[in-house]
């Protein structure tokens, strides 16, 4: 090898090196910030100028308090355990900050050898009564220092707030205003964000309302957390076994006993990102992963759902793996409107790669197919059914439902293509759970680019695909295309519903012969009480192109008709959220 190559193969000398990550790291910020600056939606900081402050207005805040007709105390319980006092100082003083002033603050301190820490506890409980300090004789853990906290509690109401974060001046007073409509809500939670080393807000969590299925993927609730304390002694508060991910368990613990949950989408608590801290790192804390694991498993059997709980892509998240017996039969159901190529690669798909074998594939074709294309047909075990020239997706569909004999139908678009062999699988096993009443998958692109990951209500005017064309969420964490959760819809170009709701509900509208029959079949199966999940573990291609909306039509004005009220309100996706781009930007 030549010297000059020798030469430059040597690795860059300490300094020149520090100097080259300095300016890249200077170079890498410039760009965001011009990104930023071009994308005003794409910016947290821009959305707390122009959104969250001018709705701030304290004066409008005591007003409302005094006119509260129902005022229940609020425990805030806080274990503690060596924190920097500046941080417990911060977080004592948000409490206090409040505007709603009937809580009292619950600290046990757990052993901390720092002095300094029951020191300033001591002058806290001095300077205001509603602050209660016990101390532990020996260091035992977050879940027994809470629980020896929740024991000072007298509130009717419990709030979770950890003793290096703070609350926002108005937490308490927004979870009281809740309950003034609310009176009966047993668990309810707020968005959040994270506080980098210098005090920045960074990082907004901007939440669905209560998702069961999201919870079954991670903590997603979270912070703010405010509980009901009769159902808090009736669980037996926090349980030492799960240390780390006893937050999680406490709130499934807590789903099973009441529905009753409620959330407040604001941002009511600013997690802090301090050293060793789960906020700064997913690695902070390995063993809680463990923990949550083995909560979630038990959950499971509680609510009699058959299967196990694995690691998910990253830490923190969880996937229920569903136990089938191949007992219950599945009718895959394939409108054909003529593409005789894609339905032979959809069919050749489904026969080669899913591992679900109980179904049968019952294929309604507008028009005659060629004799090869129906031989390939019969040779696949396919029942075929013609009809009348006819462009009405939503009519084959009725067809094609009505000659199933599965007690499952699984509507498929002709041009699918399977990818995922348990994708039949990853669907059907939600359906052990009765309130289930239509199951959709994650949509990619050949170019494996996000097609669909569930439908949002008003977004792009009426309904639209949240990260179409995007590999993944740029804004970071977490990722809606990688964990199952709820949706209000979710495409019919792959969706599993159960034949005795598809029938109750009287199949897909044939007044709505293509564009927002999917949409619309959804809202009706919510309206009669069940949920629609989504699921990224069944993934199928599908090259359909981005839908445009079109206002004028006739489709679209018939389905603002019947559901005018709830397209800007969809309950699964953050009223703080743009409904202008797909990007998952903010409101602003």
């Not at 170079?27 to 707390?48: C, D, G, M």
């Not at 977050?142 to 979770?160: D, H, K, M, T, W």
């Not at 798909?349 to 129906?374: F, G, L, M, P, Q």
Request: aromatic share 10%; proline share 6%; charged share 25%.
């Amino acid at each position: 090898m030549p010297k000059e190559d020798q030469l430059s193969l040597q690795p860059l000398p300490p300094r020149i090196s520090s100097s080259y990550r300095r300016l890249r790291s200077r170079v890498k910020q410039r760009i965001a910030e011009t990104i930023r600056s071009l994308t005003p939606h794409l910016s947290y900081s821009n959305w707390i100028k122009h959104c969250e402050r001018p709705s701030y207005q304290p004066a409008r805040i005591t007003q409302a308090i005094a006119a509260f007709h129902y005022m229940p105390k609020v425990s805030i319980v806080m274990p503690v355990y060596n924190t920097p006092v500046v941080l417990l100082d911060l977080a004592i003083s948000s409490v206090r900050a409040q505007h709603y002033e009937n809580w009292e603050l619950c600290i046990c301190d757990d052993a901390s050898p720092k002095l300094a820490v029951r020191a300033r506890l001591e002058h806290w409980s001095k300077q205001d009564p509603r602050i209660t300090v016990t101390h532990s004789t020996e260091n035992e853990g977050i879940s027994r220092a809470s629980n020896r906290a929740l024991q000072l509690a007298s509130g009717e109401f419990v709030g979770l707030l950890d003793h290096d974060d703070e609350l926002s001046q108005d937490a308490l007073y927004e979870v009281v205003k809740l309950l003034q409509d609310f009176p009966h809500a047993d668990m309810i939670y707020s968005d959040e964000d994270k506080l980098d080393p210098q005090g920045r807000r960074i990082e907004p969590y901007f939440k669905p309302d209560w998702s069961p299925e999201y919870l079954l993927s991670m903590m997603y609730t979270l912070h703010f957390s405010v509980y009901r304390r009769c159902l808090l002694d009736e669980i037996g508060g926090f349980r030492a076994e799960f240390e780390g991910s006893q937050d999680y368990d406490l709130a499934l613990r807590i789903t099973e006993k009441t529905d009753r949950i409620c959330h407040i989408p604001k941002i009511l608590y600013h997690w802090r990102m301090a050293p060793g801290s789960a906020a700064a790192s997913s690695e902070a804390k390995p063993y809680a992963y463990d923990a949550a694991k083995r909560a979630l498993t038990e959950h499971l059997s509680h609510k009699r759902i058959p299967g196990e709980i694995l690691h998910g892509k990253w830490r923190g998240l969880y996937r229920v793996r569903f136990n089938l017996s191949e007992a219950e039969r599945v009718s895959i159901v394939v409108p054909n409107l003529g593409k005789e190529d894609d339905l032979k690669t959809c069919v050749r798909s489904i026969e080669d790669k899913s591992s679900y074998h109980n179904h049968e594939i019952v294929v309604v074709a507008n028009r005659s197919i060629d004799a090869d294309t129906e031989r390939y047909l019969s040779a696949h075990s396919c029942r075929l059914i013609f009809v009348g020239e006819s462009r009405n997706f939503s009519r084959l569909v009725n067809i094609g439902a009505a000659n199933a004999q599965g007690q499952y139908l699984l509507i498929l678009h002709d041009d699918i293509e399977v990818i995922s062999p348990d994708w039949m699988a990853a669907m059907l096993g939600f359906f052990s759970q009765e309130r289930i009443g239509a199951v959709g998958v994650k949509l990619l692109y050949r170019t494996d680019r996000l097609q669909h990951i569930g439908i949002v209500l008003g977004l792009k005017g009426l309904a639209g695909y949240p990260l179409q064309g995007r590999r993944g969420r740029p804004l970071g964490y977490p990722d809606p295309s990688d964990f199952i959760r709820n949706c209000s819809a979710v495409s019919g170009a792959c969706m599993m519903v159960r034949k005795s709701v598809f029938e109750a509900v009287g199949g897909f509208d044939e007044q709505l012969p293509g564009a927002y029959s999917d949409i619309d079949f959804c809202l009706r199966i919510r309206e009669a009480g069940y949920r629609i999940a989504w699921t990224p573990h069944a993934e199928l291609y599908h090259d359909e192109p981005p839908s445009r909306v079109d206002l004028s039509s006739s489709e679209a004005k018939y389905f603002i008709g019947r559901w005018r009220n709830i397209l800007k309100n969809d309950p699964y996706y953050n009223p703080n959220l743009t409904l202008r781009y797909e990007d998952v930007g903010f409101r602003v």
